[in-house]
C-alpha cells in the first residue's frame, strides 16, 4: 500500500519561502501525476499544482502563479513544492497527492492516495 509523508511545513513571515517535500513509499512512483492541494480553516480542499509522471508537464492553480513551483525526483520517490514571496492567505494545511493516472488533474476526484498534510502559517 502506498503511503506519501509530506514535510517542510512551518512558520514563515509574509515574503518569505518554505519548501515542501512528499515521500511515496511503495513501486511505481513514476506511473503517477502527483499533486498539492490546500486546505484552510473553513474552506474546501483545493487544487495548488500538479506534476506529470515524468515531469514534463505542471499546472498551478492562478493564485499562485507565479510564486509556487512543483518538481519531482522518481529516483527519490519524492515531490516538491517551493513557495516563494508567501502571503498570509496562503496558510493552510498542505496535502500531498497521488493521482490515479500519469497526466495532471486538478480535480480531488482524481487522486487516490493522500498524506496526513503539513501545516503552513504566514504571519503578516
Known amino acids: 500500500q502506498v503511503q506519501l509523508v509530506e514535510s517542510g511545513g512551518g512558520l514563515v513571515q509574509a515574503g518569505g519561502s518554505l519548501r515542501l517535500s512528499c515521500a511515496a513509499s511503495?513501486?511505481?512512483?513514476?506511473?503517477?501525476?502527483m499533486g498539492w492541494f490546500r486546505q484552510a480553516p473553513g474552506k474546501e480542499r483545493e487544487f495548488v499544482a500538479g506534476i506529470s509522471g515524468i515531469g514534463a508537464s505542471t499546472r498551478y492553480a492562478d493564485s499562485v502563479k507565479p510564486r509556487f513551483t512543483i518538481s519531482r525526483d522518481n529516483g527519490k520517490n519524492t515531490v516538491y513544492l517551493q513557495m516563494n514571496s508567501l502571503k498570509p492567505e496562503d496558510t493552510a494545511v498542505y496535502y500531498c497527492a497521488r493521482a490515479r493516472a500519469l497526466t495532471v488533474i486538478t480535480s480531488r476526484d482524481g487522486y487516490d492516495t493522500w498524506g496526513q498534510g503539513t501545516q503552513v502559517t504566514v504571519s503578516s
Open positions: 511503495g513501486r511505481a512512483f513514476g506511473f503517477h501525476g
